[in-house]
């Protein structure tokens, strides 16, 4: 009784649109099969060598740093569903194209077009749930969306690497008829939501400081993050199976299971911009983890660790970002510092794959935690800033009539 007590206390504490949202979302990553085992399916069954497969992968990431740019100023004109929707009934599509091309161009067109889609998705959310609710439970609300994902992680790598020994082109299609279900969910249930109004074509580019040095800080966190794309192709070189390489990523959904949610709160507690810091500096030590790993034990435990930094800068990552820009320009912020996400990862693989054939796996792992260790300098630098804008961006909406009625 008191479970259930519990449970509908946290349903109750943020409003429908979120669990809709939500349950999307479970759907959705429930069946990501196709990114965390594509290194897999390029060295395998398309049989490309290495640099074909860091030119694929840097495709995912060019289609994400131009998506997700776009993907803001299209949310502030058409609205946060709209773009939700659009991205994954678009990626669904993409997805199926992507398992019948062949050949190395156009399987990086492919893959280029699907990262094209299925990038307007994120900036979409993020602005779904500022648009919903503000402050502290802002933070928990993308923690709990964090935690959801990361069930996914969990579970859609493990189920992938047992279905792909039945068949790739299966994961494929699964993986978009999931997303097929998941932009149904959210066409048919979520609920018109009070929009500002859209801002000039003018401030497409914002001119303002604070939100570039940032975006920098999220480029080099993002170039870290990013990098654990080429763990397959490591395992792959060092002789582990699909099934190993997806128990070893499934630490980390399991960790942001078990983990997440406690410490999301407490990070929500206070909302300090020092825990992104943190959060770099420990994906940097993770990550460098992997330069002195030999064994499967061992990476799983330098998949704990950047896991961990992974968790703590998540969410509060989301709630600042939702801040750095006045409401009219949400989604554009949004998407700007998003697509600093894809910009590192078109960088990532060109840079993985040149370091990873001159320096070799450990020569790379060293490099990419360097970037994180920048990443976390920087972010405390803007640390006072930081927190200077956030309280403008508070003030300002307690003076606003739409989110004063939520």
């Known amino acids: 009784m008191a479970s259930l007590l519990r449970a509908s206390a946290v349903i109750q504490a943020y409003p429908a649109g979120f669990w809709v949202l939500w349950w999307s979302t479970l759907v959705n990553r429930l069946g990501e099969f196709v990114i965390p085992l594509l290194g897999f399916y390029l060295t395998s069954s398309a049989q490309l060598n290495v640099t074909q497969i860091s030119v694929v ?43 019948y091309a062949r050949g190395f161009t156009w399987t990086a067109a492919a893959a280029l077009g699907f990262a094209l889609c299925v990038s307007l998705y994120r900036p979409a959310v993020v602005t779904a749930v500022a648009e919903l609710m503000q402050g502290p439970r802002r933070t ?53 939501v009070r929009r500002h109004a859209a801002p000039p074509r003018r401030t497409f580019l914002p001119r303002d400081a604070l939100l570039w040095q940032f975006c920098l800080a999220s480029l080099l966190f993002g170039m870290t993050y990013q990098s654990y794309k080429l763990l397959s192709v490591v395992f792959a070189q060092q002789g582990f199976t699909a099934l190993q390489y997806g128990q070893v990523l499934a630490v980390n959904g399991v960790l942001v299971v078990l983990l997440g949610l406690p410490l999301g709160h407490l990070i929500a507690r206070s909302n300090h911009p020092r825990w992104q810091a943190l959060g ?18 061992e990476h799983m435990l330098a998949v704990a660790v950047w896991s961990l930094g992974e968790i703590v800068a998540y969410s509060i990552t989301k709630a600042i970002v939702s801040e750095l820009g006045p409401a009219a320009q949400r989604g554009t912020y949004v998407g700007l510092v998003g697509s ?7 960088i990532a693989p060109l840079l993985g794959g ?35 804008r956030l309280l403008q961006r508070q003030q300002e909406a307690l003076g606003s009539p739409a989110l004063a009625s939520r």
Do not use: C, K
């Open 140 to 192: 928990r609300a993308y923690n709990l969306l964090y935690w959801v994902i990361s069930v996914g992680a969990a579970v859609a790598p493990v189920l992938g690497g047992w279905l792909a020994g039945w068949s790739f082109r299966l994961l494929f299609w699964l993986d978009a008829a999931t997303m097929f279900t998941a932009a149904a969910i959210l066409f048919l249930r979520f609920p018109q």
């Open 354 to 388: 040149a370091l990873l054939q001159t320096l070799g796996a450990g020569g790379m792992w060293v490099v990419i935690a360097g970037l994180a260790a920048g990443a976390g300098l920087l972010l405390l630098t803007l640390e006072g800033r930081v927190r200077g």
């Open 57 to 99: 992968f840097a495709m995912l990431g060019l289609g994400r740093f131009l998506s997700e740019g776009f993907s803001g100023v299209l949310i502030d004109r058409r609205g946060a569903v709209f773009t939700m929707t659009l991205a994954l009934a678009g990626g669904a599509m993409m997805t199926v194209l992507l398992s």
């Open 280 to 297: 770099a500096l420990l994906q940097g030590l993770g990550f460098f983890g992997h330069a002195l790993a030999n064994t499967l034990g």
């Open 340 to 346: 600093m996400a894809g910009l590192a990862a078109l």
